[in-house]
């Protein structure tokens, strides 16, 4: 069992950069690619249109600094409360709560960042260079 303990950094570099990727796609898409249908989506969920441009910067820039693994557990804090948030808003209050393949993918990306803001970068990350490192100092050896 300690081979799956020594590949845990692995591991978080593989989640961090799934979801770097997939959030910054969709601040991309959503600042620059489908900017009329993200402020109608947001109109017709009853939220301020203007909205739209930050959730689009906070998913952009949010996934850039996942993939470095740069403030990952703030970033990851702030993506899983947004993803929380469609979960509750549109999501289970449009399609009930036993509805779950029509809220799986929001799920998991808000599972995944939860998960990422409570455990850390790891240490393949910018954060362990840091941030982590700053906090956990290396143990003195008595003389």
């Given at each position: ?14 989640l ?28 017709r ?8 441009y930050?959730?689009?910067v ?11 693994g ?12 947004e993803?929380?948030f469609?979960?509750?808003k ?39 260079l ?12 008595k003389?």
């Open positions: 069992m300690s081979i799956f303990g020594k590949l845990k950094p692995v591991a978080l570099l593989c961090r950069l799934a979801l770097g990727l997939i959030f910054s796609y969709s601040g991309y898409h959503m600042l620059f690619g489908g900017r009329a249908a993200a402020l109608a989506d947001f109109r969920m009853g939220l301020p249109a203007d909205l739209a930050g959730v689009g906070l998913q952009l820039f949010g996934g850039i600094l996942l993939a470095l740069l403030l990952t557990r703030v970033t990851a804090f702030l993506l899983a409360f993803m929380g469609v979960l509750a549109v999501n289970i209050a449009q399609s009930g709560i036993y509805a779950v393949q029509s809220y799986q993918y929001p799920l998991l990306l808000c599972c995944s960042a939860f998960a990422l803001a409570t455990v850390g970068a790891g240490l393949l990350s910018i954060d362990a840091t941030f982590e490192r700053a906090s956990n100092p290396r143990p003195k050896f003389k």
